[in-house]
T-cell receptor, first 112, second 114 residues
Framework: AQSVTQLDSQVPVFEEAPVELRCNYSSSVSVYLFWYVQYPNQGLQLLLKYLSGSTLVKGINGFEAEFNKSQTSFHLRKPSVHISDTAEYFC??????????FGTGTRLQVFP | DGGITQSPKYLFRKEGQNVTLSCEQN?????MYWYRQDPGQGLRLIYY???????QKGDIAEGYSVSREKKESFPLTVTSAQKNPTAFYLCASSIRTGQGDEQYFGPGTRLTVT
C-alpha cells in the first residue's frame, strides 16, 4: 500500500537561509507527487506537482522539488526563505487514482 | 470567482448532537472529498464522491455520513456515534482526468464538541 513519510515534524530556519523539507513515499507502481502548503486556520494550497518528465519541478513562491525514483523521495527546497513562508507543508502521493495519501506534515518556522 | 466554500468557519456543539458541515463548489468538479485534520496526523480521508448520487468510505468513515444529491454540494454529518469529533474538517474537489488531478481545498470548518 502506498504511504508518505515526512520525517521532520518541525523545521526552524532563519530568514534568507535555504531550506529542504523531506518527503519519502512507498508504492509498488508509478505515482504522482504533490506538495501543498497550509497557512494557519486555512485550507491547503498546491505548491507544485510531479506527473512525469523532468525530475525537477518548479512551483509557486520560489519553491522547487526533485523527484528521485531510486530513493523514492520528493524533497521540497527553497534557496532563501521569507518570514511569510512560515506554514505547514504537506507531501502527498497518488497512484493514478482520485485519492491522495498525505504525509503528517512539516511545520516550517522562519525566524527573523 | 470559482472556488470551494465551507460554512461555518467555527462550529460548537454539545456532545450527543448531530451536526452537518456544508461544502459547496462552483468549479464544476466531479469529485469531492472530506478530510479530518488533527495535530500531528496530517489529513485523513473520511468520505469521497466521484459522481452525483455515489460516494465511498475513506479511511475513517465511522461516525460520519454524507450525501451527494447535487454536483455542487457534498455535506458531511458528524453523528453522535463519532467518539472524538473535535477537529478541523476540510472539504476538497477535483476534476477527474486521472492524470494527476490536484485537489482544491476549502477554508475548513473547526468543530468543537463539549
Amino acid at each position: 500500500a502506498q504511504s508518505v513519510t515526512q520525517l521532520d515534524s518541525q523545521v526552524p530556519v532563519f530568514e534568507e537561509a535555504p531550506v529542504e523539507l523531506r518527503c519519502n513515499y512507498s508504492s509498488s507502481v508509478s505515482v504522482y507527487l504533490f506538495w501543498y502548503v497550509q497557512y494557519p486556520n486555512q485550507g491547503l494550497q498546491l505548491l507544485l506537482k510531479y506527473l512525469s518528465g523532468s525530475t525537477l519541478v518548479k512551483g509557486i513562491n520560489g519553491f522547487e522539488a526533485e523527484f528521485n525514483k531510486s530513493q523514492t523521495s520528493f524533497h521540497l527546497r527553497k534557496p532563501s526563505v521569507h518570514i511569510s513562508d512560515t506554514a505547514e507543508y504537506f507531501c502527498a502521493v497518488s497512484e493514478h487514482t482520485d485519492k491522495l495519501i498525505f504525509g503528517t506534515g512539516t511545520r516550517l518556522q522562519v525566524f527573523p | 470567482d470559482g472556488g470551494i466554500t465551507q460554512s461555518p468557519k467555527y462550529l460548537f456543539r454539545k456532545e450527543g448532537q448531530n451536526v452537518t458541515l456544508s461544502c459547496e463548489q462552483n468549479l464544476n468538479h466531479d469529485a469531492m472529498y472530506w478530510y479530518r485534520q488533527d495535530p500531528g496526523q496530517g489529513l485523513r480521508l473520511i468520505y469521497y464522491s466521484q459522481i452525483v448520487n455515489d460516494f465511498q468510505k475513506g479511511d475513517i468513515a465511522e461516525g460520519y455520513s454524507v450525501s451527494r444529491e447535487k454536483k455542487e454540494s457534498f455535506p458531511l454529518t458528524v453523528t453522535s456515534a463519532q467518539k472524538n469529533p473535535t477537529a478541523f474538517y476540510l472539504c476538497a474537489s477535483s476534476i477527474r482526468t486521472g492524470q494527476g488531478d490536484e485537489q482544491y481545498f476549502g477554508p475548513g470548518t473547526r468543530l468543537t464538541v463539549t
